[in-house]
Each structure stands twice: as C-alpha cells, then as structure tokens.
C-alpha cells in the first residue's frame, strides 16, 4: 500500500522521491538563512552542509549544526567563481542580494523585492539595507575541497541569483539527482528551467506558491528538477500499466456518485472539479486526505463512506474510514468498522487485512511524527497497533521513541513493554528494523543512559545489528557522556565492552574503554587495553598516544615505578619522532589525542630545559593542525579582532573569559574562588566557559555560576565553546587547564580573543595562541623564559592566594589507626601520579632515622600496587613495614583537612610537588617539608612557604629534604614554632590575602589589554 503523501510543499515532494528511492549521501542548503527543516526531516541520515551569507544568522546555524548528527556550515555567498561579492542585506535581515555591478544600488535590490513592497516603499527599503563585501565561493570548489560525497541534492533560496550559484555548480550537477530552486514568476524562473534543461534536467514538480497580498497572484514557487534520463522521469504517458488505466475508470465512476452525492445534499463543501481531477484516479483519495490533514473529519469520512458503498469489496475503504473516526474521537465506531471489513474473512486474508489496517495507521502515526511533530497522536495511533499486534517490535520501537519525545518516558518501557524480552528470544525475533532500533536506542541512551533498563536494552540490541559501526557510535557516545559528565566510569566500561564486542580491534573504543576502566580504578585491566591499543597501532601518532595511556596507567595505579620508567623513555623517542615529521593534516581527533601526550614529563623528571622544548614543540604541531582543519573559524576570529582593534578602545568594562573543566569541587576549583568573588564588576565583565560540563550536582560549580556575568555550560568540542567565546567577544581569555584536557586546548589554539594568558591548573601549555603565563617571582627562576613560549608574567608576590579553606570534623584518630599518642607522625597525601620512586626512598630514609616514626600514605591510586610499592622500599630501607599505614579517600574535602590535623610533619612530593594540598597543610599549621627544583611543578610548595614567611623546611637537595625531615620530626619545640608562624600568617601574609592578590591580577590585565592595544605583548 501506497502512503498518500500531500505534494504541495518542499517535504511532501521529498518524501514522495523519498519513497522512490532518492538518497543523497550530501544534501546542500544554498542561502540556510535560519535552516531548512524539510531536508532535515527527510534526510536526517544524510551529510548536510548549508552556505549562508549574512553572518547575523550564524549562531543560530551553529546551534543547529551541533544538534543535527552529520551537519557543517560556512558564511560566505555561493556565486559562480570564488573571490568576493557585493551583499545587499535588508535591516531586518528578512532580504538580502548580491549585487550586480552594472546596476544601481536600488535596482540590485528590486529584483527580488520590488513585489514584496507597496510602491514608493522601495527606496526607504533600500536607503534601510547595508551593503558588505563578502566571501564566495562555488559549490563545485566546495564540494572537492570539504569533501562531500555524492549524489548530492542540491536546494538554492538565494533571491535573484540562482543563474550565479548553479553556473558555479556545473560539475557537481553531472552528480546531482535533485535541484530545488526558488524562483520570482519573472524573468529568472524561464533563465533557470532553460539553463537546467542545458544541464539535462527537467521540471518534476512545483511546490509551496506564493502570492502576493496586492492582487493575490502567484509570484514565487519552488521548482524541483530531476534528471530527464534519471530513474524518476522514466515514463512520459499518463498511464504506465492496463491496470492503471482500469482503476482510472473505476475512481472516474466513484467520482461521479461522490460529486452527485454532495450537489444533491449540498453539503457543506461542493468543490468545482477540474478537467484534470476528472482523469486523475486519486482525486477523491487526496480529497479525503486533505480533509484529514485539515482536521474536517466529517467530510473525509463522508467520501470513504460513499467509496464504500460504491466499492464493498475495497478493504482499504474500512481502513481508512476506521481511522478517521478513530481521529475524530469515535474509538468504538472505528474498530467497529475495521471489524465490519475483515467479517466472513478466512483466516489468512484476515492476517493479510490485518496487516494491510497497521500499515494505514502506521502511516498516519509517521505522518504526524514527521510533519506536524503531533507525537501525542501519533502515540495514540500506536497503542491501537499494539492492540492489533501485541508483539509487532517494531510498533513498540516506535512506541518508546514517542514517549520519549513526549518526555513521558519512565525508562522502564524497554522492559515493561516486553522489547527486551523480545530481543533476547533465541532463536532471534524476525522482522526487527535495525535502524529503526538504533535510531530508539540511540534517543533512549540520550534521555537517559543511566536508568538500569539502558543498559539491559543495550545488550538485547547487539544480537541484532545490522552496521556495527552505527551501535559503536552510539554505545561509545552514551560511555564517554557516562564516564565524563556524569562521573560513573565502572557504567561506562559496560557500554564501551559492548561497543568491542562488535570490533576488538577498534583503536577508538579501545581508548575509550582504557580511560574508563582507569577512572574506574580497574588499573590492570585499563594498562592491559593501553598496552593492547598500542600493540594494534600502525600510525606514528596512534603509538604516540597509546604509549602515553600505557603510561597514565601505570601512574594512575602507583607503584610501577620500574615499568614506567621504560614506558617514559620510548614515549621521548616516540614524540621527538612525531614533532620531526611536522605533520599538519592529522585528523581532529588524533589532534586533540596529541595535545596532552607530554604530561607526564614532569612527573617522571625535573627537567625543563629538556622537557619544555619538546612540549613547546609539540603543542605548535598541534596548533597548526587546529588552524588547518578549522581554518575557517580560526581566520574569522583574526579578522573581527583586527576589525575591533581598528576603531580603538572604548570605555567600556574589559571582558575577561574564564576557560576550565575545573570550576567544581576541584583542586582549581577550590583556589579560584576569591577570585571570581573580589572581581570589580565595574571594571570587569565576567565570563565562565565550563568545558565538559558535568550533569551531576555540584554546589560549588553553580556558585561559579552565581559569580559570573554570563556561564556557558560547554559540552566536548572546542570549536563549539571557541565560537562562543567569539560570539560573547571576550577581550582576555584565561586558561585554567593547560593540557590536562584537550578540549581546553583545541580552544585556545584557535585564538577566539585576542590576548589569552594560561594560568593555575598546569605548567604552560607552549601553545603559541597562549601570550602570557602568570606566575610570581618563586615559582619559576629568574631564567625560565628561555625555554618559555608564552611571556612570562610575574605578579608582585604570588600567583595564587586565598582567604582560607573551611575544616569539617576529623574522622581520623591515632588510637584508631594504632599509633601511640607519642609517636611522630608523618604524612603524605597526594594521588599515585606524583609517587616518584626517588623522593618515597627518602620519605623512608627519613623515617627510618626518627624513632617511634610513623608514615600515613593517601591519595587516589591502586591500593594493592602502592602497598607493595612502598612495603618493597621499607624493606630495602630497613624500615619495618607496619609503620605504614595506608589511608582510604574521604568524601568531603572539609573532612580531609581536618583530617591532616593527624599529622606532626608533611612530607612533599617531587618533582611534583603539592599545590592544594601544600596550601591545605599550611592552612592548618603543619609543618612541612619540600623539595625544590627548577620547573613550576617543583617550586610550587616553595613560593607558597616563602609567602606565608616560613622557610623551615624547604629542601634545595636530597639530603636537605632527609635532614629535614628527621630535624622536623625529632624536634618538637621547632614544630611548635613553625605551626605558630603559620597560624600568625593567616592575618599578614600575602598568601591568604585574596582581595589584594585579586587586584594584582586586574591590574595585569589591564596591562596586557593596554599593551595589545599598542601594538605588543
């Protein structure tokens, strides 16, 4: 059966070559303006690329290109050859028209809009537009330059210029099975059906008339051509078949009763019929159908009733009356009338009847799904079918989607409508529509993928996949918005296993599944997909980043130190290989897998001289990958900030962007609180950019958003949050992650403000985007600029201060954990990537050397692996191992400061020191001891002790780290001193003076903006 399908708009005619068999693998959208939806219903599964010229209407294409799953834009004209052209925009952004050099200013913007106008308005009309030079380009270079795979279907809205746009397309047209032009009933409409005939296409249908409110004529269509020889133009006659013409004979009888019927009852619509309704033999079909689409019940049901009284035997007559009255709220006259058509049936045409009457409510429930979004009705539509059919799949497939458009899914459905107990029967259920099945599995794991039943109806699924590649798509999605947002790695692992069990050599989901199953503390499985990953990577770049997951691993884990060391090495050769090749066509995401490939470093050795160089030059080979596959936006953002730079500065507050995955109950998180607090909003227009934003509840993100003057809650594309930060045309743009993420990074190399500084989370990033680095005169030497990319700015004291930290009630205790009230008590509390091999012999050369000693070790990593780690040390070192004691993490960050109250003497880490927590221990009147070297990570501790005016305890040695660390723990009266200074700090030091620290960095804000202004850094 046939659906019957409304042939006078844009959607109905793509339906109907839908059906046909029309499948354009890249629909073109020439002159978007706010988007076409009709290509988007009818192809949702298609490329699309849309071409607008008014960059007013961007943000609003950008929002839809990031909700449609396979879908870019470009502003610039589509004309005939590439270079510029002349726009001219009406104010209210309702016309636009390239212009025409060889006429007037008002005659380029009468040939579109002089029949829209009343008369004498056209001049003000044109006196009220702007003209701008714009970007053009041809469809032809476009195509080969983005890459957009064939057939394409082609639609161009440009008003007046279509001659320009298809003149330009002339190779992608040999290519092309549909054009769909708008066209004035002038002159252009004849230039453009002449010149599609000269290209071999010809008129198949007219859609969406327009008229003119003047004199009500018609003055603009929509003309859609398919190839003369092309498979939809493949018979000229009426008729095609004898039996064509019999029904022909048969709807011309029934017409003649239905049009006596309405003449003789005068009912209330008598419609002139015209010649051509007289021979076509679905006039009064589409008749009813209007009616139905009109909402006018009565009538439709009116002509099925005569239908069947002429025709008795037509079931599809009951089918259709059925649902009328159905529709019109007579639900027992409906199944009353399907009965009356299936009555004296057999048992197999009654099954053939039966599928005929779902297919006809199948149609409608599609139709008002698709076209008018009616999902209420169209669920409706659906429970009769599963009264029908109790067990059609596929009807509670669709039954589920709906629900959820209505939002009145539960997440129970898949199991209480018996959908995964259907798709778990063995042997396998027949008949299920696999894409239709991704299509709800894929909306189900969108709405939500935490509900138990996702999961489960996830595996029911797998047994029926039909393209592996769509369910992984969809199965790694939903993991890695589990894992990241919601912060539930161990569920992730489940979906992403899924995903590899459809391809277990997947280079994606194996990274994927590695990061999962370490964040989920599952450390040995997690090395194990690294190690496989890289086994399975042929690619320099693809070796280069899963040597740098074996490595997050092991360092995630704690203790394997020996292995690690191995890893570390080969992964220098790795990248020193990678920067040589200077590769600058990488794909996205093999960029941003780059961008954090030399953490570790820093970790491993204290080093910068060497180690700085290589991340410089690794974060420019990634940067200049960035601007080459985003070199649209890059370019667009240089040129508005040389535009804005060129009319001066006003007086105006500086727009200051914050960019960061760490404003939460975060280390950073924690520390840039004064900040945003003591910011002068008189000076300072406040902006936060939250990347991958988390949907769980955290009091201390919505905080920052409480603090700001506009919060953007980001998802994981960079280029998504760099063109808002673009749009919002921030002045200086602070980043807060450096390369602990790379979504912070492929940001930032895209230069979206004109001054961008790095800042708190990390060592610099060396991305040449970056200007400045703040830092302070400690925590950096005096030399460090010469392997420094960024320039770096030193702030008069500190580069980071607080008013405090507030310190909840301690659950730990000494007699608890076994330790006499007299002994010393040394503690060290950072996660398993800072546990250097080096630095824990000394913790265990020190203990050794203090009697009655004991160590308390916490932080994230394996508890198993760091028992051994550090059991193995004690040993070697003498030290019996039941003076360890191994600490589990605490929920609340209150509690774990409290709890460092435990402790006599902090013992840091290197060459990684402590950053929050060095804060935390001073903050609480602890002793401690650290090791200072040369890079940032290894003078953090240092700069902090200097500003809170306590030097006991900062090691420039080993041996000064041992000897302090026994002087501190044998000396009790010094401690006494030291805890005494510190408490006294909290009213004069620098350290915890925010509000101070805070106008510091305004003012170097206002001087980096002052020196951009003239011209330098």
């Given at each position: 059966?046939?659906?019957?399908i409304?042939?006078?708009?844009?959607?109905?005619?793509?339906?109907?070559?839908?059906?046909?068999g029309?499948?354009?693998?890249?629909?073109?959208?020439?002159?978007?303006?706010?988007?076409?939806?009709p290509?988007?219903?009818?192809?949702?599964?298609?490329?699309?690329?849309?071409?607008?010229?008014?960059?007013?209407?961007?943000?609003?294409?950008a929002?839809?290109?990031?909700?449609l799953?396979?879908?870019?834009?470009i502003?610039?004209?589509?004309?005939?050859?590439?270079?510029?052209?002349?726009?001219?925009?009406?104010?209210?952004?309702?016309?636009?028209?390239?212009?025409?050099?060889s006429?007037t200013?008002?005659?380029?913007?009468?040939?579109?809009?002089a029949?829209?106008?009343?008369?004498?308005?056209l001049?003000?009309?044109?006196?009220?537009?702007?003209l701008?030079?714009?970007?053009a380009?041809?469809?032809?270079?476009v195509?080969?330059?983005?890459?957009?795979?064939?057939?394409?279907?082609?639609?161009?809205?440009?008003?007046?210029?279509?001659?320009?746009?298809?003149?330009?397309?002339?190779?992608?047209?040999?290519?092309?099975?549909?054009?769909?032009?708008?066209?004035?009933?002038?002159?252009?409409m004849?230039?453009?059906?002449?010149?599609?005939?000269?290209?071999?296409?010809?008129?198949?249908?007219?859609?969406?008339?327009?008229?003119?409110?003047?004199?009500?004529?018609?003055?603009?269509?929509?003309?859609?051509?398919?190839?003369?020889?092309?498979?939809f133009k493949?018979?000229?006659?009426?008729?095609?078949?004898?039996?064509?013409?019999?029904?022909?004979?048969?709807?011309?009888?029934?017409?003649?009763?239905?049009?006596?019927?309405?003449?003789?009852?005068?009912?209330?619509?008598?419609?002139?019929?015209?010649?051509?309704?007289?021979?076509?033999?679905?006039f009064?079909?589409?008749?009813?159908?209007?009616?139905?689409i009109?909402?006018?019940?009565?009538?439709?049901?009116?002509?099925?009733e005569?239908?069947?009284e002429?025709?008795?035997?037509?079931k599809?007559?009951?089918?259709?009356?059925?649902l009328?009255?159905?529709?019109?709220?007579?639900?027992?006259e409906?199944?009353?009338?399907?009965?009356?058509?299936m009555?004296?049936?057999?048992?197999?045409?009654?099954?053939?009847?039966?599928?005929?009457?779902?297919?006809?409510?199948?149609?409608e429930?599609?139709?008002?799904?698709?076209?008018?979004?009616d999902?209420?009705?169209?669920?409706?539509?659906?429970?009769?079918?599963?009264?029908?059919?109790?067990?059609?799949?596929?009807?509670?497939l669709?039954?589920?989607?709906?629900?959820?458009?209505?939002?009145?899914?539960?997440?129970e459905?898949?199991?209480?409508?018996?959908?995964?107990?259907?798709?778990?029967?063995?042997?396998?259920?027949?008949?299920?529509?696999?894409?239709?099945?991704?299509?709800?599995?894929?909306?189900?794991?969108?709405?939500?993928?935490?509900?138990?039943?996702?999961?489960?109806?996830?595996?029911?699924?797998v047994?029926?996949?039909?393209n592996?590649?769509?369910?992984?798509?969809?199965?790694?999605?939903?993991?890695?918005?589990?894992?990241?947002?919601?912060?539930?790695?161990k569920?992730?692992?489940?979906?992403?296993?899924?995903?590899?069990?459809?391809?277990?050599?997947?280079?994606?989901?194996?990274?994927?599944l590695?990061?999962?199953?370490?964040?989920?503390?599952?450390?040995?499985?997690?090395?194990?997909?690294?190690?496989?990953?890289?086994?399975?990577?042929?690619?320099?770049?693809?070796?280069?980043?899963?040597?740098?997951?074996?490595?997050?691993?092991?360092?995630?884990?704690?203790?394997y130190?020996?292995?690690?060391?191995?890893?570390?090495?080969?992964?220098?050769?790795?990248?020193?290989?990678?920067?040589?090749?200077?590769?600058?066509?990488?794909?996205p995401?093999?960029?941003?897998?780059?961008?954090?490939t030399?953490?570790?470093?820093?970790?491993?050795?204290?080093?910068?001289?060497?180690?700085?160089?290589?991340?410089?030059?690794l974060?420019?080979?990634?940067?200049?990958?960035?601007q080459?596959?985003?070199?649209?936006?890059?370019?667009?953002?240089?040129?508005?900030?040389?535009?804005?730079?060129?009319?001066?500065?006003?007086?105006?507050?500086?727009?200051?962007?914050?960019?960061?995955?760490?404003?939460?109950?975060?280390?950073?998180?924690?520390?840039?609180?004064?900040?945003?607090?003591?910011?002068?909003?008189?000076?300072?227009?406040?902006?936060?950019?939250?990347?991958?934003?988390?949907?769980?509840?955290?009091?201390?993100?919505e905080?920052?958003?409480?603090?700001?003057?506009?919060?953007?809650?980001?998802?994981?594309?960079?280029?998504?949050?760099?063109e808002?930060?673009?749009?919002?045309?921030?002045d200086?743009?602070?980043?807060?992650?450096?390369?602990?993420?790379?979504?912070?990074?492929?940001?930032?190399?895209?230069?979206?403000?004109?001054?961008?500084?790095?800042?708190?989370?990390?060592?610099?990033?060396?991305?040449?985007?970056?200007?400045?680095f703040?830092?302070?005169?400690?925590?950096?030497?005096?030399?460090?600029?010469?392997?420094?990319?960024?320039?770096?700015?030193?702030?008069?004291q500190?580069y980071?201060?607080v008013?405090?930290?507030e310190?909840?009630?301690?659950?730990?205790?000494r007699?608890?954990?076994?330790?006499?009230?007299?002994?010393?008590?040394?503690l060290?509390?950072?996660?398993?990537?800072?546990?250097?091999?080096d630095?824990?012999?000394?913790?265990?050369k020190?203990?050794?050397?203090?009697?009655?000693?004991?160590?308390?070790?916490?932080?994230?990593?394996?508890e198993?692996?760091?028992?051994?780690?550090?059991?193995?040390?004690?040993?070697?070192?003498g030290?019996?191992?039941?003076?360890?004691?191994?600490?589990?993490e605490?929920?609340?960050?209150?509690?774990?400061?409290?709890?460092l109250?435990?402790?006599?003497?902090?013992?840091?880490?290197?060459?990684?020191?402590?950053?929050?927590?060095?804060?935390?221990?001073?903050?609480?009147g602890?002793?401690?001891?650290?090791?200072?070297?040369?890079q940032?990570?290894?003078?953090n501790?240092?700069?902090?002790?200097?500003?809170?005016?306590?030097?006991?305890?900062?090691?420039?040695?080993?041996?000064?780290?041992?000897e302090?660390?026994?002087?501190?723990?044998?000396?009790?009266?010094?401690?006494?001193?030291?805890?005494?200074?510190?408490?006294?700090?909290?009213?004069?030091?620098?350290?915890?003076?925010?509000?101070?620290?805070?106008?510091e960095?305004?003012?170097?804000?206002?001087?980096?903006?002052?020196r951009?202004?003239?011209?330098?850094?």
């Amino acid at each position: 059966m046939t659906t019957q399908i409304s042939r006078n708009s844009m959607l109905g005619s793509l339906l109907q070559l839908k059906q046909l068999g029309l499948k354009p693998k890249t629909v073109i959208d020439v002159g978007a303006a706010l988007g076409t939806p009709p290509l988007y219903t009818a192809f949702p599964e298609s490329r699309h690329f849309l071409i607008e010229p008014v960059v007013e209407n961007e943000p609003y294409l950008a929002k839809l290109c990031n909700k449609l799953e396979n879908a870019d834009y470009i502003i610039a004209a589509a004309a005939k050859k590439s270079g510029s052209v002349s726009l001219q925009v009406s104010r209210h952004l309702v016309w636009s028209s390239i212009e025409d050099g060889s006429k007037t200013q008002q005659e380029n913007f009468s040939v579109k809009n002089a029949s829209w106008l009343r008369e004498g308005e056209l001049l003000r009309a044109t006196q009220d537009s702007e003209l701008r030079t714009i970007s053009a380009i041809t469809l032809d270079e476009v195509c080969k330059e983005r890459r957009l795979s064939e057939p394409y279907l082609i639609k161009v809205d440009v008003d007046g210029a279509e001659l320009d746009v298809l003149t330009g397309a002339i190779q992608i047209l040999q290519e092309t099975e549909y054009v769909i032009v708008e066209a004035t009933i002038f002159e252009q409409m004849y230039d453009v059906i002449n010149f599609m005939k000269s290209q071999g296409f010809i008129i198949y249908d007219i859609v969406d008339p327009h008229y003119q409110p003047s004199d009500a004529a018609l003055c603009q269509i929509d003309m859609a051509f398919v190839k003369k020889s092309g498979k939809f133009k493949k018979n000229s006659r009426y008729c095609a078949t004898r039996e064509q013409e019999e029904l022909l004979v048969k709807h011309l009888e029934v017409y003649r009763k239905v049009l006596k019927s309405e003449i003789e009852s005068l009912g209330e619509s008598i419609s002139i019929k015209t010649e051509f309704e007289l021979y076509n033999p679905d006039f009064w079909q589409q008749k009813a159908q209007d009616y139905l689409i009109q909402g006018n019940y009565r009538m439709a049901a009116n002509l099925y009733e005569q239908a069947i009284e002429a025709e008795p035997d037509t079931k599809s007559h009951y089918w259709h009356l059925g649902l009328i009255l159905l529709l019109d709220g007579q639900e027992v006259e409906a199944q009353t009338t399907w009965l009356l058509g299936m009555a004296e049936g057999e048992p197999d045409q009654i099954e053939m009847w039966t599928a005929q009457l779902i297919e006809v409510l199948q149609a409608e429930a599609e139709r008002r799904r698709l076209d008018i979004g009616d999902y209420g009705v169209a669920w409706a539509i659906r429970q009769h079918i599963r009264e029908i059919n109790p067990t059609d799949i596929n009807n509670l497939l669709h039954s589920i989607g709906l629900s959820i458009l209505l939002e009145t899914y539960t997440g129970e459905e898949p199991s209480s409508l018996g959908v995964i107990e259907a798709l778990q029967a063995k042997p396998p259920i027949v008949g299920v529509d696999s894409e239709l099945l991704m299509q709800v599995l894929k909306s189900v794991l969108d709405f939500d993928a935490l509900h138990p039943c996702s999961l489960e109806f996830a595996e029911a699924c797998v047994a029926h996949v039909h393209n592996p590649q769509v369910f992984i798509e969809i199965a790694i999605t939903a993991s890695v918005e589990i894992a990241h947002s919601a912060l539930i790695p161990k569920l992730a692992v489940k979906f992403g296993e899924l995903a590899l069990s459809l391809d277990d050599k997947n280079l994606g989901i194996l990274q994927q599944l590695a990061v999962f199953y370490q964040n989920a503390g599952q450390y040995d499985e997690g090395i194990e997909v690294a190690k496989l990953r890289y086994s399975l990577s042929h690619e320099l770049p693809d070796k280069v980043f899963s040597n740098h997951q074996i490595m997050r691993g092991l360092m995630s884990a704690g203790g394997y130190w020996e292995e690690f060391s191995t890893v570390i090495k080969r992964h220098k050769l790795l990248l020193e290989s990678l920067i040589a090749q200077q590769s600058t066509s990488l794909h996205p995401i093999t960029v941003q897998n780059l961008f954090l490939t030399s953490f570790f470093f820093p970790y491993f050795q204290d080093d910068p001289k060497t180690n700085r160089p290589i991340q410089n030059q690794l974060s420019q080979l990634c940067q200049a990958n960035v601007q080459t596959y985003a070199k649209e936006q890059a370019e667009r953002y240089r040129q508005r900030q040389l535009s804005r730079k060129s009319l001066g500065v006003a007086a105006k507050p500086l727009k200051i962007g914050y960019v960061s995955h760490c404003l939460r109950r975060h280390s950073v998180g924690w520390l840039a609180r004064s900040l945003f607090q003591y910011h002068d909003r008189d000076r300072f227009q406040i902006y936060a950019y939250f990347m991958g934003n988390k949907k769980t509840q955290d009091s201390l993100q919505e905080w920052y958003v409480s603090q700001v003057f506009k919060a953007y809650k980001g998802g994981i594309s960079g280029i998504e949050i760099a063109e808002q930060i673009d749009r919002d045309e921030i002045d200086i743009l602070i980043d807060l992650d450096s390369i602990t993420i790379d979504i912070s990074c492929e940001t930032m190399a895209l230069k979206p403000a004109p001054v961008q500084v790095s800042w708190l989370g990390w060592d610099a990033s060396g991305l040449p985007a970056i200007d400045y680095f703040v830092a302070d005169p400690y925590v950096l030497p005096e030399f460090a600029q010469d392997y420094y990319t960024e320039k770096i700015w030193r702030l008069p004291q500190i580069y980071i201060a607080v008013d405090g930290f507030e310190v909840g009630v301690p659950t730990l205790r000494r007699d608890r954990l076994n330790i006499p009230s007299y002994a010393v008590v040394y503690l060290s509390a950072q996660r398993g990537y800072k546990r250097h091999l080096d630095t824990a012999r000394l913790q265990m050369k020190i203990l050794k050397e203090v009697p009655n000693s004991y160590f308390l070790i916490k932080g994230a990593a394996d508890e198993d692996s760091m028992k051994i780690f550090f059991n193995q040390l004690a040993e070697e070192e003498g030290v019996e191992c039941d003076r360890l004691r191994f600490l589990p993490e605490v929920a609340l960050e209150q509690v774990h400061r409290a709890n460092l109250g435990i402790a006599d003497v902090v013992l840091d880490t290197y060459p990684y020191n402590g950053a929050t927590t060095t804060l935390e221990t001073l903050w609480m009147g602890i002793p401690l001891v650290t090791r200072v070297g040369e890079q940032f990570a290894a003078r953090n501790s240092y700069t902090m002790m200097m500003n809170a005016g306590v030097t006991e305890g900062i090691a420039w040695t080993d041996e000064d780290y041992v000897e302090w660390g026994i002087r501190l723990g044998k000396d009790p009266v010094l401690r006494q001193q030291i805890s005494g200074k510190l408490r006294q700090s909290r009213q004069t030091s620098p350290l915890w003076n925010a509000e101070k620290f805070t106008r510091e960095m305004e003012n170097a804000y206002e001087q980096m903006w002052q020196r951009y202004i003239e011209g330098g850094h």
